[in-house]
């Protein structure tokens, strides 16, 4: 199969071409096609000579994805489903906020954290997706906006769609590089944030790079007895381990990491568990900021329930109280299963009922 040419950093198409004799500044020349042009073909391209371009057709491919099914919210979230050259399938959200157009990926076919809430967890992971396949998520959304003709552009990027970015680093790390790069998307560090269920080693890793991209961390609980419950991975990486993590990576970079926090109901919405969340976070209020995620009730998981408004609101009040800076998250396309994992989940199903 061949390579997505979205998966190269422009500095790898640029050895590549010095490899194949080509000219180095046609590098800037095909990321132009690719990323302010947007064509779909290489023949496309118009300034590339013969040769340059039967070389690229040889070796790359840039679609990849091809849409399987796309839903449309009344508040304007649009949920794609892509199905993948080996015929497996990811989504990708489109959300319409305020400040801008931000777009929700997938790093992986399922994922293997397995928290117990969650729906991508449901099927364990089939592979990582590549970089090529992780940026054309990104294409695809916005040669859809290309086609309304609006002069729209997707402006954020959340990496919270099926999987676990930092069990799938690598690949994370080049998306991350051409998104990022002024020649690419140009779209900014500071637009842009990574969700992780918690690998402290990798979070350490990330504060390492230097990048001005934002860190979540889903917490989801504030004692270990508690998240061990809800999140199995707490088992290899507790909450000491996870506040150490964070500490590092608040050290070496100067942005307010989002701490994320799924309220089910009776299980971690208390007053109680408010005050020690507030608590734990005590020493680092000023450089973190909480958000409450109204659970989004999956079908598979029927032992919980989303928490009733009043014990949203108590524990919203009891952090700031404790001068915890925090917000409740503003649902986006319930009518249309936006919670991750839920479309592709129904639709395996689907497909599997099909399939009998
Ligand atoms: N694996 C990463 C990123 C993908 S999940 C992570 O866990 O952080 C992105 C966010 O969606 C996480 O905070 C996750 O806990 C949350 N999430 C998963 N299932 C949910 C559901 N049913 N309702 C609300 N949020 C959910
Ligand atoms: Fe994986 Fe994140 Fe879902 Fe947990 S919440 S199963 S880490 S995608």
Redesign the pocket.
């Known amino acids: 199969m061949k390579q997505s040419i979205y998966g190269l950093t422009i500095d790898q198409l640029t050895e590549w071409l010095l490899e194949q004799g080509q000219k180095k500044y046609r590098a800037e020349q095909i990321w132009d096609w690719l990323y302010r042009k947007r064509v779909t073909n290489f023949s496309d391209m118009k300034n590339i000579n013969k040769e340059c371009l039967q070389l690229l057709e040889e070796h790359f491919t840039i679609q990849t994805l091809k849409q399987s099914v796309k839903q449309e919210s009344a508040d304007g979230t649009i949920k794609f489903l892509f199905e993948m050259q080996d015929g497996n399938l990811i989504e990708t959200v489109l959300m319409s906020f305020p400040y801008g157009l931000s777009v929700c990926v997938t790093t992986q076919v399922g ?1 293997n ?1 397995g ?1 117990s ?4 967890g449901l099927l364990r992971k089939n592979r990582d997706l590549n970089s090529g396949e992780i940026v054309e998520q990104i294409m695809k959304v916005q040669q859809h906006l290309d086609e309304k003709g609006n002069d729209e552009r997707v402006s954020h990027i959340v ?7 930092f069990d799938n680093y690598h690949n994370l790390m080049s998306f991350l590089r051409v998104v990022n790069h002024p020649k690419g998307l140009a779209i900014g560090a500071r637009h842009i944030t990574v ?3 918690g690998l402290a080693h990798k979070i350490r890793d990330f504060a390492d790079e230097n990048l001005q991209v934002n860190l ?1 961390l ?1 917490l ?1 609980a504030p004692n270990d007895e508690l998240r061990t419950q809800i999140m199995k991975i707490n088992k290899a990486f507790p909450i000491e381990k996870l506040m150490a993590a964070l500490d590092y990576y608040l050290e070496r970079n100067n942005r307010r990491v989002t701490i ?1 926090y ?1 309220l089910l109901k009776d299980v971690n919405d208390h007053v109680e568990e408010a005050k020690q969340l507030a608590k734990l976070l005590q020493d680092k209020r000023h450089l973190t900021y909480v958000n409450l ?6 079908n598979e998981h029927i032992q919980y329930e989303r928490s009733e408004h009043k014990d949203i609101m108590a524990f919203y009040d009891t952090l700031k109280k404790n001068g915890i800076q925090c917000g409740v998250r503003h649902e986006q396309g319930a009518d249309i299963d936006a ?3 839920q479309l592709r989940s129904k639709q395996i199903k689907k497909n599997q009922a099909r399939a009998i």
């Open positions: 994922c954290i928290c809430f969650c729906a991508s990496v919270m769609g099926i999987g676990e970015p969700s992780t269920s979540a889903s989801h994320e799924i995620i109204p659970y989004n009730p999956v919670a991750c994992g």
